[in-house]
């Protein structure tokens, strides 16, 4: 599967924005989906996961503020980002899995999109 993100972009401090992460091929509907952001000089951390079966996680960074959604009829997901931080700052990457469940090791995600930037400012 080739996923592709976009939706970043420059906002104020507690503004919002929402990510999306388009999937090519026909069975997107089976994957588990994971955002993951990496700052500058930072190891690539986990935001959220969404299961095949719809299940949510967060990470306790963004619980309360973040929303990770799926749309299979549209092969997307989504990350809905409110009272957006400076410390939120980041390239943001969607990832695909099989795993099941939630699961927000990096390193059990398949399949990358390419990121897109995140920057607020204070």
């Known amino acids: 599967v080739q996923l592709q993100a976009c939706g970043g972009g420059l906002v104020q401090a507690g503004g919002s924005l929402r990510l999306s992460c388009a999937a090519s091929?026909?069975?997107?509907?089976?994957?588990?989906m994971g955002w993951f952001r990496q700052a500058p000089g930072k190891e690539r951390e986990y935001v959220a996961a969404?299961?095949?079966?719809?299940?949510?996680d967060y990470a306790d960074s963004v619980k309360g503020r973040f929303t990770i959604s799926r749309d299979n009829a549209k092969n997307t997901v989504y990350l809905r980002m409110n009272s957006l931080k400076p410390e939120d700052t980041a390239v943001y990457y969607c990832?695909?899995?099989?795993?099941?469940?939630?699961?927000?090791?990096?390193?059990?995600?398949?399949?990358w999109g390419q990121g897109t930037q995140v920057t607020v400012s204070s």
């Open positions: 990832a695909a899995g099989t795993a099941g469940y939630i699961d927000r090791s990096k390193d059990n995600y398949a399949y």
């Open positions: 091929g026909r069975t997107f509907s089976v994957y588990d």
């Open positions: 969404i299961t095949s079966g719809g299940s949510t």
